[in-house]
């Protein structure tokens, strides 16, 4: 079902290895994705992953703050110089659309391609890509939303025995009536489909947070979610040692929510420079703080990291990074 | 004296080995340094040189295309995260600094340090870091600049024989003149810097253009300079079946005009994606056309080079490239 790229994984500012925020998900249908956050470089980092930019259907921007949205004007721009005719959706807070209005205007940037702009405090639901985008009020010190994204795939199956109890044989009538159509027999009898196929609806749904001091507001969103993707900027004791001001998450607030919530998969994200892959602070320490409070399957997100979430409602890390974190 | 880091060589889109345009100057001033243009990604690109952005002393941006400007408001943003309280002049067209109003306004963008804005339309010389800039009007599809940035070096160096012939032993009053003082020696007499110190001025200057249809616009900035650095975006043959439009130079066109402005050194940079490192279409091709003009000292421009310009006045690539051009 879903593949999510994780693009930039670090808060604030760029590090050596971490870019910051950005995550591709790819839809199912298709080669469709969608890019929820376009910090600076979310370009660069693309040419170094299989998507293009002609199979993005829509982008979700979280908040105004730089590190989530500097890199919308040079993706857009980018797209049309390769050649993008396609019609594009962006969701994002007011402040963006105003921001984005005026690099439009001042540097004279002009975009072949239908740009359909929406304010998600306006508009919090689109439909993309056989998807359900859906939009939920966060925490932070400016406007800010988190986004679901649904597919609900209806599986269609014949009840063979019952279709042979009818006397109907294998055969195009079977067909007709597992895509939906009514079927009327040489004797005049009518079967409806109704009566033939069993309908089995699966639902599947990750929810990606954006800035956000208060996890317990995705509780909605995240009904039904297989995984959540959460900002986790510092650990409890650094959040309490900076104060409420940041208005960001900790691994212990995040897990905390994600058991609560019943969600069996977690990929932290959005870490505070201060934590690197190696050294005396470590995102170990996340992680360890995180699995004190939640017991699911819990993952660090890292960047150029691609993980797919199976039909078992697993997430599972399918692709690593195969490329250096160069500038 | 001057040394020039290539940050960004791409025109238009960042290729995966070629950022958009950015090129840092050390001005011999302790670890000052000076930024010219600032595309998408120059703050990652940062991490990977031993510049840091709190030596910066001087952005001058040449114009408002975003390969030329999107990666201001994310410098500026990580070099206040990053705790620099300095203050930072910004030389730029008048569209570039109504952006970055716009930008810090919706983004809620908060700078800790004076950044001194100037329209280079109306102010056009500064002084930074020991070294004038001074901004020349190009020829591009908007208001486009190129800069010179110049360091006037005066070494001064005591005439030994006059100085014995006057009867003063070598002391601290040879020190003394040599500083410009006058010397009062015990008999009376006055001895004046002018006669006992020879002066000798070396003057350094870089001319950095902007996108530019049209060389010869540089030619009073280029007077006396050691290297012009100038967008070289296509071939003739290629600018003439492109048309007129994109307003761009070609390396013919560039390599004429250093050949007529009788410069030593001139690095050609801002390469069309089309000319890739290797496969049919390449950078060598500007090579060869520019090699056909100019006699001079001609270089090609890569992401990370490093040059610097000898005391000789000629310039040299002292650094090549040493990280994976990752994303």
């Given at each position: ?55 993005l259907t829509a982008i ?79 925490s932070h010190r400016v ?36 895509a939906g159509e009514t ?145």
């Amino acid at each position: 079902m879903f593949k999510m790229t994780f693009l930039g994984t670090s808060s604030g500012v760029p590090t050596k290895t971490r870019n910051v925020s950005a995550l591709a998900i790819q839809t199912g249908q298709g080669r469709d994705w969608v890019l929820f956050d376009c910090g600076e470089a979310t370009q660069h980092r693309l040419l170094h992953t299989p998507l293009s930019v002609r199979d993005l259907t829509a982008i979700c921007i979280t908040h105004v703050h730089g590190d989530h949205c500097y890199g919308l004007p040079g993706l857009l721009a980018s797209a049309a110089m390769n050649g993008r005719r396609e019609p594009l959706l962006l969701l994002a807070p007011k402040a963006v659309l105003r921001w984005l209005d005026a690099t439009i205007e001042c540097s004279e940037l002009f975009l072949p391609y239908p740009l359909e702009c929406r304010d998600v405090a306006e508009v919090s639901v689109a439909e993309v890509s056989g998807c359900t985008l859906s939009a939920h009020r966060l925490s932070h010190r400016v406007e800010s939303h988190g986004y679901a994204i649904e597919r609900v795939v209806v599986h269609a199956s014949l009840r063979a025995e019952a279709l042979r109890a009818a006397g109907l044989a294998p055969g195009p009538d079977w067909k007709r009536l597992q895509a939906g159509e009514t079927v009327t027999l040489p004797d005049g009898r009518v079967l409806a489909p109704a009566d033939f196929v069993e309908q089995r609806r699966e639902c599947w749904r990750v929810v990606v947070g954006g800035d956000n001091d208060d996890p317990g507001l995705l509780a909605d969103a995240c009904r039904g979610a297989q995984l959540l993707v959460h900002e986790t900027t510092y650990t409890e004791e650094a959040l309490q040692r900076i104060g409420p001001g940041p208005m960001h998450s900790s691994a212990a607030r995040v897990a905390r929510f994600a058991a609560a919530a019943g969600l069996p998969n977690l990929i932290m994200t959005h870490f505070s420079p201060r934590y690197q892959d190696e050294g005396p602070t470590t995102v170990a320490e996340l992680a360890q703080e995180a699995r004190a409070e939640y017991s699911g399957n819990l993952l660090l997100a890292r960047d150029f990291d691609r993980y797919e979430l199976g039909r078992d409602g697993v997430v599972r890390l399918v692709a690593e990074a195969t490329i250096a974190n160069g500038g």
